[in-house]
Structure formats: C-alpha cells, structure tokens
C-alpha cells in the first residue's frame, strides 16, 4: 500500500484544504529573502499552475500528483515527464491512496471521491454518505488494501469502508475539529492528526479511535510512521513531534524554524524530510535529532514530499511548483581556487 497527504504512505495533504486557499487558517509566512544559495534542489516543469499537494510513487517509475482544479498528473518515467489523466471534476483534490498498481483513490472539496481500478486510466465519481445540509470537504484518504480503506474531512468526520468504497461507515470524531493526516503503520496500527494538537489512534484496524496527549496545541497537520512504534507529526510554528512508543509519549523535536511545516516524509528510521512555508525544506539523519535546512531556491509554500530512494525525490507545492532531487537534497559542495 502507498498513500500521500497533500500527504502522504504519507501526506497527506495540509491545514486541510491547502493552506494557501485558506489563509486565515495558517499562521503568517515568514517574510524572509529568497534564499540564493546553491540548491540540491532543482526545478521541474509540472506543465500546470494549479497548486499541487498530493504526491505518491509507487515504485521509482510510476507516480501521481493532484492539486486544484480537479489536476492528477502521471508519470511512468520516474518524473521525467507528467501527463494530465482525465478527473471529470473541477474541484482541489488533496490526498492520494493506492493500494497496489492497480487500485487507487483521490479525495478532495465538497466530499468529492474518485477511484481507478485500472492505475488512473479512468477515474471514476465515488458516492460517500451526506452529512448535514453542505457538503463536507475531504482531506485525506488512506487505504491498505483493495477493500479496507478511510477517508477523512472537516468537522471530525471519517469515512470507512471495507469493501473498497462500494459501501461506507460514517464516525463522527469528538472534538469535530478539521482532521488533517491519516497513516496507518500496518493493517491494525492506526493515527489521525488535526487541527490544536489532535492526534488519534487505533489498535485494531479503526473500530475505535483514542485520543493521544501530544503536549501542544498547535495545529498538525501531517503524520508519518517507519512502523507501529516510530513516527512523528508536524504542524504550525514549526512544531515536530516524534514518538517512539506508537505515541503514547509525544515529544517535541527542534526544528529551528517558526515556518508551517505542511508536509512529512521518512526514507527510514533516520531519513527524514519535512517541508512548508517560504520554501521550507528541513532534513535530518538522524531520527530528527537534529533538523537542518535546505536551500530550495523557491519561496512558494510547499506541501508535499515523496522519496522513491534516499537520494531520489520531489517535492510539490503551490502554483505548479514542482522540485526534484538525486543527490537527497544535499547543496553542491562549494570549490575554491
């Protein structure tokens, strides 16, 4: 199974629909200056200027991305190019899930669901049940099989299904807070994030959920786990949490930076990257110890990373911004004569 949150296995994902159609919802940008440093980073035409969030390859080949205006783009050159696929909707599509190369779904604005049973040849309207009188949006989706999948939105609400969408379960979550990030570790080991510092869990599959004490009230707004026990989240002002004990004990880990992290990705245990405002890209080896910044050459607000390798992976963000790297990010080594 793969899985990002405008994110995510991961993203997700954001402050639920992209922070940057929902300004007041995000805490202000730092007005910094474009960073002219030399960047392991480099800039890759995504052929669109919708904003993208939703980022998630398969294998080092074959991969999506989605965005505003109903955007999926495809590539199966490992990012050498990307195709538009046929959506049928207009609408921002922030979370991508599939469970094999086959099966795939994207959730987004106005409790919109699109599935594929042929790897995004055709995407096709999924019908999700109505809550209330407006259409709830939708910010994440994560499924680990053909069948067993979530979807989650606004007002705490999560979908579930064990019968890949044909049928869904409604749960309402309290506090009816906009949920941000779904992650599950393996089939029984599972966690949200939302907004002021909601974290929840589930043991067995999302039969019931439990609320975590994370010790901060800050907004989250992507969750990322190596496994049952090792994960972290990341949110507002910086913030990053880290557990290693499937989060009953949340900690904070320094991120040295006061920009909205909106987007999470571990290539193992010690691996990590997390990106947001003002072109934020931050790294760690070492299980986010220590986090260091990037030069990403771009001051636009980024969402969402994915890594197919330690070296090998891309970055998307507002107004088509699309970032790849081969060498993990690291800057050129400067020369002197």
Request: glycine residues 14%.
């Amino acid at each position: 199974m793969r899985t990002a949150r405008f994110g995510e296995r991961t993203r997700f994902f954001f402050l639920p629909i992209f922070i940057l159609l929902i300004g007041s919802c995000s805490p202000p940008i730092p007005k910094t200056p474009k960073d002219t440093s030399p960047s392991g980073w480099v800039s890759q035409k995504s052929g669109v200027e919708s904003s993208l969030g939703g980022l998630l390859f398969l294998d080092a080949d074959n991969g999506w991305i989605t965005g505003n205006r109903g955007v999926i783009l495809y590539t199966q050159d490992a990012g050498t190019t990307w195709q538009p696929q046929v959506t049928g909707t207009r609408e921002l599509l922030v979370s991508i899930s599939f469970s094999d190369k086959d099966h795939g779904w994207v959730v987004g604005d106005k409790t919109t669901v699109l599935h594929t049973s042929d790897g995004g040849t055709r995407w096709q309207p999924m019908e999700v049940p109505t809550v209330g009188r407006r259409k709830p949006d939708l910010t994440g989706v994560f499924f680990n099989s053909s069948e067993r999948g979530w979807v989650i939105g606004s007002n705490g609400l999560i979908f579930s299904t064990t019968d890949g969408g044909a049928a869904w379960t409604v749960t309402h979550m309290k506090p009816a807070i906009t949920l941000t990030s779904i992650f599950f570790a393996d089939a029984k080991h599972g966690w949200i994030s939302g907004d002021a510092g909601n974290i929840f869990y589930t043991d067995d599959g999302g039969t019931y959920w439990t609320s975590q004490t994370t010790g901060t009230d800050k907004d989250l707004h992507r969750l990322y786990f190596i496994d049952a026990q090792t994960g972290w989240a990341v949110g507002a002002f910086g913030t990053i949490l880290h557990t290693e004990d499937g989060g009953k004990q949340w900690l904070i880990q320094k991120s040295g930076t006061p920009a909205f992290l909106a987007g999470l990705f571990f290539v193992d245990r010690q691996i990590g990257f997390a990106v947001g405002a003002s072109g934020t890209i931050l790294h760690t080896t070492n299980g986010g110890t220590t986090w260091s910044q990037q030069p990403s050459g771009t001051l636009q607000f980024l969402i969402s990373p994915f890594f197919t390798t330690p070296e090998v992976g891309w970055i998307v963000g507002i107004g088509g911004t699309l970032l790849h790297t081969t060498v993990g990010g690291k800057p050129p080594t400067s020369t002197t004569s």
